[in-house]
């Protein structure tokens, strides 16, 4: 279901579809784009952040929120590239991305992807697991994006609210991953 896009005809294949990569690390948003930040508590303690770090790292939180995940590694790291397939009937969106970087440490970890050609959206979105002081754990996605595809511009306020309904449902997702039993 990909269809024309805004992106320059001279882009290469493997090539992001958007300037500032990297920039969900600094939570910061370029300017065309349209910034978004959810933050939701998955509980509190080492455990929790280490169980949801790892549903995050090994894809295992995108499974399980209902897409498919296709990586070129079974952990995120510069450089895997990845396509997040949604269907909806008949209807089969595939949006090809490349993680663009990490982070593994003790208190936080996440990782960010960008678009590449064939994506709907154009722009990044990260994913971080991080303990506060207070010793809860958060899931924060943060993004910036605008329409690639004509599909995604003519659904307009809609495509951003369903952005915001699938970072919250993430993070109802791993709540449950890093807290449940198995």
């Given at each position: ?22 920039s969900?690390r ?42 498919t ?72 996605v ?21 952005q ?19």
């Open positions: 279901m990909n269809g024309p896009t805004d992106e320059p005809a001279n882009r290469q294949p493997g090539e992001l579809t958007y300037p500032d990569v990297g969900t600094k939570n910061h948003c370029p300017p065309g784009f349209r910034p978004l930040q959810v933050r939701v508590l998955l509980g509190h303690g080492p455990e929790v952040q280490r169980a949801a770090g790892n549903a995050v790292l090994t894809w295992r939180m995108h499974r399980a929120v209902g897409v995940i296709t990586a070129d590694a079974p952990v995120a790291a510069p450089g895997v590239r990845v396509v997040v397939g949604l269907a909806a009937g008949p209807l089969r969106i595939e949006a090809p991305c490349l993680v663009v970087w990490t982070v593994t440490e003790e208190r936080r970890t996440g990782f960010a992807y960008g678009t590449l050609p064939g994506h709907p959206e154009c722009g990044e979105e990260s994913f971080v697991v991080e303990t506060a002081a207070d010793g809860g754990v958060r899931l924060t943060t993004a910036f994006s605008r329409p690639a595809a004509w599909w995604a511009r003519a659904a307009g306020p809609l495509a951003r609210a369903l915001r309904a699938y970072a919250r449902r993430c993070g109802k997702v791993l709540r449950r991953l890093a807290t449940s039993a198995d």
